[in-house]
């Protein structure tokens, strides 16, 4: 009878993670398509190639893509137990460190740029220019290389070059040889993370003095300005969750192990998913000029067929 239980109890989480798997197969293919979309959206028209703000938005999409893919093999990769060789691995998670870092900092970046240009509109289009966001996008990527070039320096540094051909399940924690590389990585986190909301508030309180100045349109242009900087600080907030989730999920697996499973799962939701689809909530609908050109592509779409 005993075996009987635990056998269905077995059954049981195997068909909930089965449709767990599928529910976030869809979710990731809806977030990917309106994505793509507002990727192509953005190519085909040459007004946003000139403006900083729609580099920038770009950046955040291409980004947002290559984590939610990165992440979905991650998880099919776990949930079938698939292994491959470390320096596969490897790649994988200097692509995924990387862009999972991008992603916040482009947002930062985006709230400057509002600061910019609600507070010191004279010197918006000399200090935006396209070549800037262009160097911007540059030193986006080589900030947020920072932590994934930090575990890899004392990775490389404690293991031998055999240990790449070896065949293993991917994960981040096989890149952390020593305990206080977990603290360490936690520490850089911390820091960006102060670094950021610094500079959200300092834009935020900026924006929220020009606004109480302003007056008819300029005031509306403000506060609709001041509303993206808060929805960014979300976005941000979202994003930056996920460096405590490794301490909660830790604490959890202690208790329970199905607790744990259900925990992860809606970390992963949540703290994962859920961010990389408000770009295209806060820029894609949100801002007039690009959700007339999406409507006119999806439009012109729908002709086709």
Not at 36 to 41: C, F, N, Q
Not at 151 to 172: D, T
Request: one cysteine or more; charged letters at 15%; a positive charge.
């Amino acid at each position: 009878m005993a075996g009987n239980n635990s056998l269905d109890g077995g059954e049981s989480l195997l068909r909930k993670l089965n449709d767990r798997v599928i529910s976030v197969q869809v979710l990731v293919s809806v977030f990917l398509s309106i994505n793509v979309m507002l990727i192509t959206t953005f190519c085909r028209k040459d007004y946003f190639y000139t403006n900083m703000r729609y580099i920038l938005f770009a950046n955040a999409l291409l980004s947002d893509c290559l984590m939610l893919v990165l992440s979905n093999i991650l998880l099919l990769m776990t949930y079938f137990d698939f292994k491959i060789q470390m320096w596969l691995c490897l790649v994988l998670f200097i692509v995924s460190s990387l862009y999972n870092c991008v992603t916040p900092v482009t947002l930062t970046t985006m709230t400057l740029e509002r600061y910019v240009a609600i507070c010191m509109p004279m010197r918006h289009a000399e200090l935006c220019t396209t070549r800037r966001a262009l160097h911007c996008v540059l030193i986006i990527h080589s900030l947020s290389s920072v932590p994934c070039i930090t575990i890899l320096s004392v990775f490389f540094a404690s293991v031998s070059l055999s240990f790449l051909k070896q065949y293993r399940l991917c994960s981040v924690e096989m890149f952390i040889v020593h305990g206080w590389q977990s603290h360490l990585r936690s520490a850089i986190s911390q820091l960006y993370f102060l670094i950021m909301v610094i500079i959200i508030m300092f834009s935020y309180i900026k924006i929220m003095k020009v606004a109480k100045a302003a007056s008819g349109e300029n005031k509306k242009s403000t506060f609709k300005g001041l509303r993206t900087v808060v929805l960014h600080a979300f976005q941000l907030l979202l994003c930056l969750i996920q460096l405590w989730c490794p301490f909660i999920e830790a604490a959890v697996m202690q208790i329970d192990f199905i607790l744990y499973v259900n925990v992860r799962y809606f970390i992963y939701i949540a703290f994962s998913l859920v961010p990389r689809c408000l770009s295209p909530l806060i820029y894609g609908i949100r801002d007039e000029k690009f959700f007339h050109a999406m409507k006119y592509h999806v439009t012109w779409t729908r002709k086709l067929f």
